[in-house]
């Protein structure tokens, strides 16, 4: 321990560590909750022009992001279980399919921007603004904010799993404490569950 | 690691020798007292900001026409004002500050429930002031938006508006942050004995605003990220040329910032409830209803959002609701002010300097109440909206509610906090200017708006003069009382006369420890009894 004014008796609180993760989830969720309220508006005013620039997006890639993020999650929570029965190798191996999973979810994500880049779609292009109206590019606007921001919380997820790895490793986290472990898994499916919402609202509604 | 024995009890937290000296023992500490301190003393140095550029603007209204600056640095003055004053002081204000230091003491726990997280909020805080003050400093032009960042001007303008609203997002975090350690502190560290309805009304009030900090902060956030891509990328959302909506922002910019109003004045009413009790040597009056009405304040300030906004263009029925729920939301202040006003009533009353700022909160926090009725009212609202009456009301809601709450809280707890007392007769003189200077200051105000003097410009009509000179004269008593209070709370610091454990004969655990407190707080946990209550005189 690091710190000038470090207490005597450093408690570990399982459970308080838990109930501040389910609160920091319940901020995620409004930090999206406000993009889909924002989502759902501009879908109400704009049906016909949402229909229209979903069929844009490519289904087959964003049904295999939803497995492989659904298979990630199964593995996370497979880890914990793990842990817990004391088998420390097999908590690596399946964090690091974990790790491996959110990696190629995030390659196809990079694909999938890089055709809409072909087509001249990205928030602000020429193409957008001269060519299609006004739903459309409130639709390709919200796609790239809400799909770049849970992209941004896979990195996120990905750096906590690594902590969470390397704890693991260590021995510091371990069946005694596996709070680190636990709340990487929470925040994992918390990603995991935003996908879930956006992938109907963007590929699938027509 | 330490162990208990290396930490004598004896030593004060202002005295513990840890493993870094000078000023890392401080930025490196996760002793909650500590980083309250850290708070403090960052708060006071953008307070001190805050006031300079207010009083810049009355003295550039003390004249029509340009007196001292002319209307783009106006414009700015009163964005940079509003933003460090919002963002950095009366939200995170009581909280941070006496939240940290004082939560954990009156509940009988050691610390916080996450101290390195604690710490973490500090360096967010700062790291938000410094972006903010970086938009200031650097770029083509001072932010000139108004702290609200209203679209579409806040993608239109060419002024250094991203790292402003990146700060205040930033800031938002170290919010969120501190409310969620609260909450589990609260939930998890209690004394053994202390039940919910045995908890002291401070921590009550900093529990509801907890909520209010974690549930409404994220809004916000998200809405100030999605005007920043709007200004960088453009995606359209708020702006109406690529078919988004404005008024859009301002909905989400309110779901946040009307429910902000109660985080900065909840905790204000939680220290004026400690406060009157132990000045009028009395068990407080309606307890229970003081913690129905802090959650009733927590949740009905969800719903009222739409009252800032009766002018931008809504439906009848939205509006109307809106008007009934913000006359509803006033209810449960009432209650409170009743309480209050009843604890006193056969009381033992010590007329010392917290009970004076306390009693000036309630009579400053009336006036901006009642005031709120008015602008809460469609008829009125319509008449008065956007003039100088808005800014009359929420300066005495928010400078004058959470503004004498603050000076209230640290009049009382400082002899705790320093270990030494004030000088009393300066104190007295500092409240006195203060408290003329604040009225003569603001209820002008009142008048202007109401004889249709605009907000938020460097100019007016001849026929305002004589009611501004008297505003800016106000403004200069202010700040002159400010100036005593600083300097005496300052000096007595170092030279003050050594304070007992209980200067003031209160009940609640803070004054069963030492002043100031020992590095862990307690010897030993305290053990609430059957009989045990945070209020029995």
Redesign the interface.
């Known amino acids: 321990?690091?710190?000038?004014?470090?207490?005597?008796?450093?408690h570990y609180?399982q459970?308080?560590?838990k109930?501040?993760m389910w609160?920091?989830i319940?901020?995620?969720l409004?930090?999206?909750?406000?993009?889909f309220?924002?989502y759902s508006?501009?879908r109400f005013l704009?049906p016909e022009a949402f229909r229209l620039a979903g069929e844009e997006l490519n289904l087959t890639i964003g049904a295999i992001n939803t497995i492989i993020l659904l298979v990630s999650s199964m593995t996370i929570a497979m880890s914990t279980s793990s842990l817990q029965k004391k088998n420390k190798g097999l908590t690596i191996f399946l964090l690091e399919v974990t790790i491996m999973l959110a990696l190629i979810f995030l390659i196809n994500k990079y694909f999938e921007w890089g055709v809409k880049f072909d087509h001249g779609i990205?928030?602000?292009s020429q193409h957008l603004?001269n060519d299609m109206?006004?739903?459309e590019?409130?639709f390709f606007?919200?796609y790239?904010?809400m799909t770049g921001?849970h992209a941004l919380h896979i990195i996120v997820g990905m750096i906590i799993i690594i902590v969470a790895l390397n704890k693991v490793q260590k021995g510091i986290v371990n069946e005694n404490r596996p709070s680190l472990l636990e709340n990487a898994g929470l925040y994992w499916h918390l990603v995991d569950l935003i996908w879930i919402f956006l992938f109907p609202l963007f590929y699938l509604i027509h | 690691?330490?162990?208990?024995?290396?930490?004598p009890h004896d030593v004060s937290?202002l005295d513990?020798k840890?493993?870094?000296k000078g000023i890392?023992?401080w930025i490196?500490?996760?002793?909650h007292k500590?980083i309250a301190l850290l708070y403090m003393f960052s708060m006071m140095t953008l307070f001190l900001v805050g006031v300079a550029l207010g009083l810049a603007m009355k003295l550039e209204l003390i004249a029509p026409g340009r007196t001292i600056m002319g209307p783009q640095s106006y414009n700015a003055v009163f964005t940079v004002h509003g933003v460090i004053m919002i963002f950095m002081i009366v939200i995170p204000g009581l909280p941070a500050v006496f939240g940290n230091f004082m939560l954990p003491i009156m509940i009988g726990a050691?610390?916080v429930?996450?101290?390195?997280?604690n710490?973490l909020s500090w360096y967010i805080y700062v790291l938000g002031a410094l972006l903010v003050i970086a938009s200031v400093l650097f770029g083509n032009g001072i932010p000139d938006t108004g702290w609200t960042f209203y679209a579409p001007y806040s993608f239109k303008t060419g002024t250094n508006l991203l790292p402003a609203i990146f700060g205040a997002f930033v800031l938002g975090f170290s919010s969120?942050l501190t409310g969620?350690?609260f909450?589990?502190t609260i939930?998890?560290?209690r004394a053994p004995g202390m039940t919910w309805f045995k908890m002291p009304l401070f921590p009550w009030s900093l529990y509801g605003t907890a909520w209010i900090q974690?549930?409404?902060?994220?809004?916000v956030?998200?809405?100030l990220?999605?005007v920043s891509?709007e200004r960088i990328?453009?995606?359209?959302?708020f702006d109406p040329t690529?078919?988004?909506?404005p008024v859009?922002y301002q909905h989400?910019f309110w779901i946040y910032s009307h429910p902000a109003v109660y985080v900065m004045i909840l905790p204000a009413m939680g220290a004026i409830s400690e406060i009157i009790p132990t000045f009028s040597q009395k068990h407080i009056f309606g307890y229970k209803a003081i913690i129905a009405s802090t959650l009733a304040i927590a949740f009905v300030g969800y719903f009222v959002w739409g009252h800032h906004m009766f002018t931008s263009g809504m439906s009848g029925t939205a509006q109307y609701t809106f008007s009934i729920l913000t006359f509803i939301v006033a209810i449960p202040s009432a209650i409170k002010v009743f309480n209050w006003i009843s604890t006193m009533h056969k009381g033992s009353i010590n007329p010392d300097i917290p009970f004076l700022w306390a009693v000036t909160f309630i009579f400053v926090f009336m006036i901006g109440g009642f005031s709120g009725l008015v602008l809460g009212a469609l008829a009125t609202n319509v008449y008065v909206h956007d003039t100088a009456f808005v800014v009359a009301h929420f300066h005495f809601i928010v400078f004058g509610g959470v503004g004498f709450a603050f000076f209230g809280a640290i009049h009382y707890w400082y002899p705790k906090m320093f270990g030494r007392m004030y000088d009393k007769a300066w104190a007295k003189m500092g409240w006195a200017f203060f408290t003329v200077g604040f009225l003569t200051l603001y209820s002008p105000m009142f008048y202007l708006g109401m004889m249709g003097m605009p907000r938020r410009y460097y100019d007016y009509l001849p026929e305002f003069h004589a009611a501004n000179i008297l505003s800016s004269l106000g403004s200069w008593v202010m700040a002159f009382g400010l100036v005593i209070v600083i300097i005496n709370l300052f000096r007595s610091a170092k030279n003050g006369p050594i304070a007992p454990m209980d200067p003031w004969h209160g009940k609640t655990l803070e004054w069963t420890v030492p002043s100031p407190p020992p590095?862990?707080n307690f010897d030993e946990i305290p053990v609430y009894g059957e009989k045990d209550g945070p209020y029995n005189y």
């Open positions: 321990m690091e710190n000038a004014t470090q207490h005597s008796d450093p609180d459970e308080a560590s109930l501040g609160l920091f319940f901020t995620e409004l930090l999206f909750g406000g993009l309220l924002v508006i501009y704009n990205w928030p602000g603004i109206s006004k739903g590019i409130l606007g919200l790239f904010v921001l | 690691m330490q162990t208990a024995a290396q930490i937290y513990y840890g493993k870094y890392f023992a490196f500490s996760t002793d500590r050691k610390d429930a996450f101290p390195k997280l710490l969120i969620l350690n909450i589990v939930h998890r560290m974690l549930l409404a902060t994220p809004v956030g998200i809405t990220v999605l891509l990328f453009g995606i359209g959302v690529l078919g988004g909506d859009l989400l590095v862990e």
